[in-house]
DNA sequence: GCGCAAAGTATTTTT
DNA sequence: TACTTTGCGC
């Protein structure tokens, strides 16, 4: 195998496009070029090694990376088309996608719900019969992680180390219990699932093997045991070898709280033997100051994989350190720098981006930023289909696909208001669980007449038959067998539920109207799917189908935000991202290191460090040309000020060291890197650690 | 059953 | 500070 330089690629980059004899790992460093990579690979493999689109599946960490991913490989083939029989999404989608076609061996109807995390608290909140928040969102923590895990209820209980535990066992178990009744799954489901199913089904997994045969996973490091495994069950088999590629890099791991796991990249090498590991280090992105900060601070981490970045790009200008007195202060002065810096150097706005710890950082930001009149997107907020008016459209969606969801039945027929009230709900409920059906069912089940009033008992009839009566045109197929009536089923529905007189009727004229041009929006957005037209995979997909898609969704895509305009993110949603010139604000004890739950376990306390670390890795590594970090002396936490200290990880990144002396010339060989980065592992710091 | 007003409370990251 | 929950009156 020849891994001389090809495609502009490097050697290590080549290396890993070519190679296709078996499972390999790709350690790509910040800014390395693995994206290039994965593309790259993919159409090497369609054009000149003959694999059918088909069977290629890349999977990435969120809709937007696979949305992107999806283009740039349709740039690549001489075919572009051809990048729309490719399978490239979140592991999420995927598992949609096998759950739909094998929902029947699961005892599932394929026109399951997707709960989304709103929905799984309130019903942790019944289960648990407590309004305390702190600890709703524990027991949701426990049973997310249980899932993600492959624990079954059973097993937590038996492991439960304190009441606490077995408390959210048992409530887990219920959880799960109800949620089928629902007909539903959550997040975590849509992935474990499909790995009881592979691992109980080698039938269906012998389909879906010969589906998919090559599978390149991106963001590697932030996958979970659950992820894993499901890729485990998907690459081996058959008889076959293994075929895939994983992507990642340790240092940049930042979802553990989610559950992902490290270890899944040295698992990698136990389960896989002859893996072949390549690494990506030299750096297309950043100057040498950058890189040398990052290096210097993601030094202090104990190390899985010895890796070194380097660059060839000159030293750069210095990085700049920012002490403000207070977070309104940071962010005018930041909104000013950048300003003066965009006429100076008549750079676009969108060179710009300012990083942050927490979508709550966000809102003074925005502030400075219309003032001095400085045009601005945010990626990382609150997410479209989180939004109030979208989630109350989604539930008429969801009850249309899917009757026995009682969630979805609740928000809608109270949402506009038709005279059925809280009272009436709980009669209703409570004859459904005497009775085990759906809450829909219950309204025309014999006996219920007793319970309610003609007066009750008239709006439950009418809602439920109107949707009946648009479910049956929902699911006929359309004229000229397209989804073409989607449209007409959206456009009923929208009509006959008044949903803007609604708007208008409760809120104030500018927010009825806002809300009221996203409901527009979201309804264009299903339609334009609807037909078949627009959506990536280019399958046909009614409204019901699309209503389990949106569930994944965080962005409207093709809505497009002004494309000169600064970008603001938390540092979590900049992963992958790259922008001229940073301004990461808030670095301060507290923020970035987040202090966490202050009753948490003394163990995980230095691997929580260890995460906010590598976010601050993450955060400096999206830099190419200029970073500035500013921190504040005091700042707003609810009403009052409260005093703030200058981050540990300023004092990491080793300023003052690597700028003092004006060594302009200085070029630092990777070589002399590593050893200098020897030397601070050994030096103080580690000792916290073993 | 519903809407309004006052008081209380929470602040990490996301598929 | 902003948003949510609770309580009360219609």
């Known amino acids: 195998m020849s891994n001389a330089p090809q495609f502009g690629l490097n050697g290590p980059q080549s290396e890993a496009v070519l190679y296709l004899d078996g499972p390999a790992l790709v350690l790509a460093g910040a800014g390395s070029g ?6 790259q690979k993919i159409t090497y493999m369609i054009e000149d090694r003959g694999y059918d689109p088909r069977t290629i599946a890349a999977l990435t960490f969120t809709n937007k990376a696979a949305l992107e991913m999806q283009e740039r490989v349709a740039k690549l083939l001489k075919q572009p088309r051809q990048a729309k029989l490719l399978t490239v999404s979140t592991f999420h989608s995927l598992g949609v996608k096998i759950l739909r076609q094998e929902a029947n061996h699961l005892g599932l109807k394929d026109r399951f719900s997707i709960m989304d995390s709103d929905d799984c608290y309130s019903l942790v909140q019944d289960l648990a019969i407590t309004t305390d928040k702190q600890l709703i969102r524990r027991i949701q923590n426990d049973i997310s992680l249980w899932k993600n895990g492959l624990v079954t209820p059973e097993l937590a209980l ?52 010969r589906r998919l045969r090559y599978l390149l996973v991106d963001e590697y490091q932030d996958t979970n045991t659950c992820q894993y495994e499901l890729l485990k069950l998907m690459v081996t088999g058959l008889g076959k070898k293994p075929m895939f590629t994983a992507v990642g890099d340790d240092d940049q791991a930042i979802y553990a709280w989610r559950g992902a796991s490290v270890e899944n990249l040295a698992n990698l090498q136990v389960d896989f033997p002859d893996l072949k590991l390549i690494k990506l280090e030299q750096n297309y992105r950043s100057t040498t ?8 601070v993601i030094a202090n981490n104990p190390k899985l994989f010895e890796k070194a970045l380097w660059s060839e790009h000159g030293l750069g200008e210095p990085i700049k350190v920012h002490a403000m007195p207070n977070d309104e202060q940071e962010a005018e002065q930041v909104a000013i720098m950048i300003s003066a810096d965009h006429f100076e150097r008549k750079n676009k706005w969108s060179d710009y981006a300012i990083l942050y710890r927490g979508n709550h950082q966000a809102r003074v930001i925005e502030q400075a930023l219309r003032n001095q009149r400085i ?3 945010i990626s990382g907020g609150q997410s479209f289909f989180d939004k109030a008016e979208i989630k109350d459209i989604i539930a008429y969606l969801r009850l249309l696909a899917n009757q026995d969801d009682d969630p979805a039945f609740i928000r809608a027929v109270t949402t506009p208001r038709r005279g059925i009230g809280q009272s009436t709900l709980e009669v209703l409920g409570a004859f459904s669980g005497q009775w085990q059906c759906s809450l829909f069912e219950a309204v025309f089940k014999g006996g219920i007449e007793a319970k309610l009033t003609d007066r009750q008992l008239g709006p439950l009839r009418d809602f439920c038959n109107f949707i009946n ?44 109207q806002s809300r009221w041009q996203n409901v527009l929006d979201f309804v264009q957005w299903l339609k334009d799917r609807g037909r078949g037209g627009k959506d990536r995979d280019g399958e046909e997909k009614n409204v019901l189908e699309l209503t389990q898609m949106v569930a994944l969704m965080s962005m409207l895509e093709g809505k497009d935000e002004d494309p000169d305009a600064i970008r603001m993110s938390t540092l979590h949603a900049s992963k992958g991202l790259e922008y001229p010139h940073v301004f990461l604000v808030g670095v301060e004890e507290g923020i970035l290191p987040h202090k966490g739950d202050p009753d948490a376990p003394v163990e995980t306390l230095a691997q929580r460090i260890e995460e906010e670390r590598r976010l601050m890795y993450v955060g400096i590594t999206r830099a190419k040309r200029t970073l500035q970090l500013t921190w504040c002396k005091k700042r707003k936490r609810g009403g009052e000020h409260v005093h703030c200290d200058v981050s540990r990880f300023i004092a990491e990144m080793q300023l003052d060291v690597g700028d ?13 890197r590593l050893a200098r980065m020897k030397e601070l592992l050994a030096t103080p710091k580690t000792k916290e650690i073993t």
Do not use: C
Not at 660 to 672: G, L, M
């Open 34 to 39: 693995k994206t290039r990579v994965i593309t």
């Open 469 to 512: 009566d648009l479910e049956s045109r929902a699911s006929r197929p359309g004229p000229a067998g397209s989804g073409d009536n989607a449209a007409q089923v959206l456009d009923d529905l929208m009509e006959a539920i008044h949903y803007e007189h609604y708007l208008y009727d409760t809120l104030e004229e500018r927010a009825a």
């Open 375 to 377: 045009p601005y997107t």
């Open 289 to 296: 100051r950058i890189l040398q900060a990052a290096n210097a």
């Open 158 to 209: 038996r492991n439960a180390k304190d009441e606490d535990e077995a408390q959210s066992a048992r409530i887990y178990a219920s959880y799960v219990a109800t949620l089928s009744s629902y007909q539903a799954v959550d997040f975590d489901d849509l992935i474990r699932l499909p790995v009881e199913l592979f691992r109980d089904n080698e039938t269906v997994r012998d389909k879906w093997q």
């Open 660 to 672: 003092a002396p004006p060594k302009e010339t200085e070029v630092i060989s990777p070589r002399e």
